[in-house]
């Protein structure tokens, strides 16, 4: 709690520290990337295993388009990395800890409903995604391959494949928008989000801090 009021209150004084000589935001194109606080989440997964999620920082760019004062629709990319504690429950083995960093690209498409015509306005925004997750746990073998590079010579290097999987995902979440001048934005919302995965139906917090170029 303590990280996420630190977070809010370094985004309050960034708007009060901005003109607000805005204008009308209108039709047109913006691009845009935002800061994201993870929060820290359990998980536990049908057959007993079970997962402690760390607090991490992650990124998130998309480009978005306005059909009005208060109609948007965006399409991005978020990018996580987050370090866990997992204890894995198999048979006939029994439970094996593991920590590592848990690794997510998701591609998404979501919209935003815009209140106030206004350059400062509260908004809603829902959106479904497809998460590419790779778990950094050792799946197989060690394997080495080894190759001719025409500047440093003979080179070997082993490589192991790690267990990955992927999910549909979709969010909803709430903040405020303020339009800084003619062509500048900032966004601040809290967002939750849904995974959809084969043994368990997890949901996780997140807090943004966006920049936007309009045009």
């Excluded at 995974?195 to 943004?208: E, I, T």
Aim: negative net charge.
């Amino acid at each position: 709690m303590k990280i996420q009021r630190i977070f809010f209150c370094a985004a309050a004084l960034g708007l009060l520290s901005a003109g607000v000589n805005a204008q009308s935001r209108g039709e047109g194109w913006e691009f845009g990337a935002d800061l994201l606080y993870l929060n820290s989440q359990d998980v536990d997964f049908d057959g007993g295993s079970s997962v402690e999620f760390d607090s991490d920082i992650g990124v998130s760019l998309y480009v978005g388009y306005r059909f009005s004062d208060k109609l948007e629709a965006q399409f991005g990319l978020d990018w996580s990395n987050v370090d866990y504690d997992a204890t894995l429950v198999r048979d006939p083995i029994g439970s094996v800890g593991v920590s590592g960093e848990m690794e997510a690209f998701t591609p998404f498409a979501r919209v935003n409903f815009n209140f106030i015509d206004g350059p400062i306005t509260p908004f809603i925004t829902g959106g479904i995604g497809w998460a590419f997750i790779d778990t950094n746990i050792p799946d197989g073998r060690p394997q080495t391959g080894c190759w001719w590079d025409p500047w440093y010579g003979y080179i070997c290097t082993t490589v192991q494949d790690t267990h990955s999987t992927d999910s549909f995902t979709y969010n909803a979440g709430l903040g405020i928008r303020w339009d800084l001048s003619t062509g500048y934005s900032m966004r601040l919302s809290y967002e939750k989000h849904w995974y959809d995965l084969d043994n368990a139906s997890p949901d996780f917090d997140q807090f943004k801090l966006g920049f936007v170029m309009r045009y």
